[in-house]
Nanobody, 117 residues
Framework: QVQLVESGGGLVQPGGSLRLSCAASRSIFNIYVMGWYRQSPGKQRDLVATITSGGSTTYVDSVKGRFTISRDNVKNTVYLQMNSLKPEDTAVYYC???????????WGQGTQVTVSS
């Protein structure tokens, strides 16, 4: 069963923007960290951004200043606002939600982001 549903991917030109959303089922309680990975063909899956339940964020250096992660704890939803997109941002983006009790990670199905002129 899909418990994290992603949306917002698509095709944009370099310099454009996209906003990704990932909604976790409300049956998932006490999510500590939500975040985003991305994977391009032939490359490993890399962590892009994370946000804790308290609002602390991390970003991979390549997206700092361009991407913003945010979270709505009531909706159990995490967002990734992506601005000034570059072709190298092209990837499948996967959201995840981490709980601590018991320790477990939930994963979204992935959404394709393509940046091309």
């Amino acid at each position: 069963q899909v418990q994290l549903v992603e949306s917002g991917g698509g095709l944009v030109q370099p310099g454009g923007s996209l906003r990704l959303s990932c909604a976790a089922s409300r049956s998932i309680f006490n999510i500590y960290v939500m975040g985003w990975y991305r994977q391009s063909p032939g490359k490993q899956r890399d962590l892009v951004a994370t946000i804790t339940s308290g609002g602390s964020t991390t970003y991979v250096d390549s997206v700092k200043g361009r991407f913003t992660i945010s979270r709505d704890n009531v909706k159990n939803t995490v967002y990734l606002q992506m601005n000034s997109l570059k072709p190298e941002d092209t990837a499948v983006y996967y959201c995840y939600a981490q709980i601590l009790t018991p320790p477990y990670n939930y994963w979204g199905q992935g959404t394709q982001v393509t940046v091309s002129s």
